[in-house]
């Protein structure tokens, strides 16, 4: 027995003695021609890729991003693969006309700034002609991002709880009515959708404005949900086939024609009580025809989509190609309400690509009395997390209601992340009022703004530097 573990011993030991000499000789060896195998294996790549032919070297590849992109060969392999409308998450990758080339004018001389101890109200009234209109502390909101369709539960109660925390609204999106995600929220906006369970009483009633949806800045039209991607509680609250894709309408049931909306509204605002009536639109070229049908059916408070905007899943070709910038959505808007006489009446809720405090300042200044917020307090609700997924998972796993990985989220921190981003841009806002010497977010203007490009003046009617 003695012997046996005298042998065992001795074999561990001449098991590391050997390694431990194989290592000192490889890293002699290394350390002796280093340079040299890291000059031939240099060569060896350099010659492949300067003496290869050209369709049988690498560089083809590099040659070939230079004109189409690398998502751009990506969607086209996703298109080879599965032979259908690839659904391409969190809006366009193109950048379009945005907020860049303006500038606002600081007070210093002529005019003095604020001093820091000034409080700024940010108050907004959403809906102002409504008998229950919305009043928010602020004037950012949490746009729609579904339930199901897109988010999971745990982060559509973590967006409610950060909303309320800070006195914001929080916007439905277009899935299913969720009872805890209310049960969370302070002020709550309803999305009305094409769906079948899209026009939900219960939603309604507890709802503190009513948002109909007929398209966002990255889809509009009709859609298919596929049950495989959505299954468990979100299929049962929408009452669809769990075993075939359920169709949803590309326009708003009962709606055959644009006289149909003053009804349709009318009808609504009953079953509201009150509560503000509001219409989320893709902006497009023809926005001023959709504005005037809007102004007749009487919807107190108009969402533009701009291009920019996101969503779960939305195919390239509408993130891409279809709508029109926010920045010209906000200020075309804005420019025919008050070519109508009806701008006090209306209000104007600004999105698409908002991530900076500065950006929802220029719009706010521009004309819109609120800014909806999506992929930032998206990104805001994994901070912290997410070492839960990465690297072998997006960040978005964390959140997206068919991920494996959602149950990770934790719905506290996620919560007070999102409560500090919007208390973070608010506050960023407040300085800026400040700096421009006005003592309210009321005293806003376009005079406040300069413009760095003869587009830019043009477009919004402010003076170019």
Not at 345 to 363: N, R
Request: glycine content about 10%; proline content about 6%.
């Amino acid at each position: 027995m003695e012997n046996t573990l005298v042998l065992v011993l001795f074999s561990v030991f001449m098991s590391i003695f050997g390694f431990a000499f194989l290592g000192l000789i490889i890293f002699w060896l290394g350390k002796r021609y280093f340079r040299t195998i890291v000059q031939r294996l240099f060569s060896l790549v350099l010659g492949r890729l300067f003496e290869d032919d050209y369709s049988e070297n690498l560089m083809e590849l590099w040659s070939a991003t230079q004109r189409t992109s690398i998502i751009n060969i990506l969607e086209i392999s996703q298109r080879a693969q599965f032979g259908k409308i690839i659904k391409r998450p969190l809006g366009s990758p193109r950048k379009f006309p945005h907020y860049d080339n303006l500038l606002f004018v600081p007070a210093q001389m002529a005019r003095l700034p604020i001093e820091i101890t000034e409080n700024i109200p940010m108050k907004v009234t959403l809906g102002p002609k409504a008998n229950k209109p919305l009043i928010l502390e602020m004037p950012l909101i949490i746009s729609g991002m579904a339930y199901g369709e897109a988010l999971s539960e745990e982060a559509r109660i973590a967006l409610a709880r950060g909303a309320k925390q800070v006195g914001t609204a929080l916007n439905s999106g277009e899935g299913p009515f969720l009872a805890e995600e209310r049960q969370e929220a302070g002020k709550y906006i309803w999305q009305v959708s094409r769906s079948p369970y899209g026009r939900n009483p219960q939603a309604i009633a507890q709802a503190d404005m009513i948002e109909v949806q007929m398209g966002q800045g990255s889809r509009v039209g009709g859609q298919v949900i596929d049950p495989k991607s959505v299954q468990g509680k979100a299929l049962k609250l929408m009452g669809i086939s769990p075993d075939q894709p359920t169709v949803l309408s590309a326009g708003i049931p009962g709606i055959k024609n644009p006289w149909d909306w003053p009804r349709y509204v009318a009808d609504l605002r009953k079953q509201a009580g009150g509560k503000p009536i509001g219409l989320k639109i893709m902006s497009g070229g023809r926005l001023e025809t959709d504005l005037a049908v809007a102004i007749e059916a009487g919807f107190d408070v108009i969402a533009l989509g701009g291009a920019q905007g996101g969503s779960a899943g939305s195919s390239p070709t509408l993130s891409d190609d279809f709508g029109l910038p926010s920045i010209v959505a906000l200020i075309r808007a804005h420019r025919y309400l008050v070519e109508q006489g009806v701008r006090k009446e209306i209000s104007l809720i600004a999105s698409g690509g908002y991530a900076t405090p500065g950006e929802c300042l220029k719009a706010l200044a521009l004309g819109a009395d609120a800014v909806y917020l999506g992929t930032a307090p998206l990104f805001a609700l994994v901070h912290g997390q997410i070492g839960k997924v990465l690297p072998w998972e997006p960040l978005t796993q964390l959140v997206w209601y068919d991920s494996k990985y959602k149950d990770r989220l934790d719905i506290d921190k996620a919560a007070q992340s999102v409560a500090n981003l919007l208390q973070s841009f608010t506050e960023e806002m407040q300085e800026g009022i400040r700096a421009l010497g006005k003592k309210s977010l009321l005293e806003l203007g376009p005079n406040d703004l300069v413009a760095l490009d003869d587009w830019t003046a043009e477009l919004t009617g402010v003076k170019k530097i």
